[in-house]
């Protein structure tokens, strides 16, 4: 798979909200999301300016660390700092302009994306990534602030094969997930194997590893992006090094966060 393809199941994902965010109502903007302080609009919100600045730091890589340092600034106030910088822009608009703002953070990205070749680097609020690993993140973060909406408003998104990127990302990150929270990941391999919603079989991991996951594809990366909590999603999981993987999976940066509580509806 090469960048174009990437960037053309991100353009998909957005595509396949797209809908849900463009027919909500007035009242709907404001339905709290199980995202502390975050109703829906601060879920396009967020959408918005990372989308944004992921095309400023495709077609401006030498005065990135500028617009970093912004973000970084803010959070010097705290969450309101942040709050302010990264959806203020958004939440400020009437009700009526907000689904065109994310349209247009949407098509930055996708005319930026286009310029990236497979081997290209793009910098980012940490180390520098991929052009593929970096499209491959704003397609999870579209898919799960995008499921946080969905639950918010009961709205209805079908799952789509597209979710393989998502559940690669969540495998890779086992290591990431550990040293974000200053901990020992616990010793041996994981084999992980998900039905796709095609029917097809995802694997990752040796064959003949002690430790196993096993189930949905779409169960797996809702677990992996804190979505949903391990007891409430059909997943088989043998072996203790599992079983405390994904009761702490985070396939997304930042700080340690916790997910959802067993129990809770998201």
């Not at 994902?13 to 797209?18: I, R």
């Not at 400023?56 to 340092?69: G, R, T, V």
């Not at 996708?110 to 520098?128: F, I, K």
């Not at 993987?245 to 509580?261: E, I």
Request: glycine share 10%; proline share 6%; with cysteine.
């Amino acid at each position: 798979m090469n960048v174009a393809d990437v960037l053309s199941d991100l353009l998909a994902e957005q595509a396949a909200l797209d809908p849900i965010v463009g027919s909500l109502g007035a009242d709907d903007w404001d339905t709290p999301t199980a995202s502390p302080r975050w109703a829906v609009t601060e879920q396009v919100a967020h959408l918005t300016y990372f989308d944004h600045a992921a095309a400023f730091a495709i077609n401006h890589p030498d005065q990135w660390d500028e617009e970093m340092n912004r973000l970084f600034g803010a959070a010097g106030d705290g969450d309101p700092g942040v709050d302010q910088l990264t959806l203020g822009a958004v939440r400020d608009l009437p009700v009526g302009e907000r689904h065109a703002a994310w349209v247009a953070g949407r098509d930055a990205l996708a005319q930026a994306g286009q310029t990236l070749a497979d081997d290209a680097r793009v910098p980012w609020y940490g180390p520098s990534m991929g052009a593929k690993s970096f499209l491959t993140a704003r397609l999870m973060e579209c898919w799960a602030h995008g499921q946080d909406i969905v639950d918010a408003v009961g709205a209805a998104r079908p799952a789509t094969d597209r979710l393989r990127h998502i559940a690669q990302l969540g495998y890779i990150t086992r290591g990431w997930t550990y040293t974000n929270r200053k901990l020992d990941m616990p010793e041996g391999e994981i084999r992980v194997s998900l039905d796709a919603p095609s029917g097809d079989r995802w694997t990752w991991g040796p064959e003949d590893a002690a430790a196993t996951v096993a189930g949905g594809a779409e169960a797996f990366c809702l677990v992996v992006t804190q979505r949903r909590h391990l007891d409430d999603i059909e997943l088989d999981v043998q072996g203790d090094a599992a079983v405390d993987w994904l009761t702490k999976a985070q396939a997304f940066a930042g700080p340690p966060t916790d997910g959802p509580a067993a129990g809770s509806s998201r």
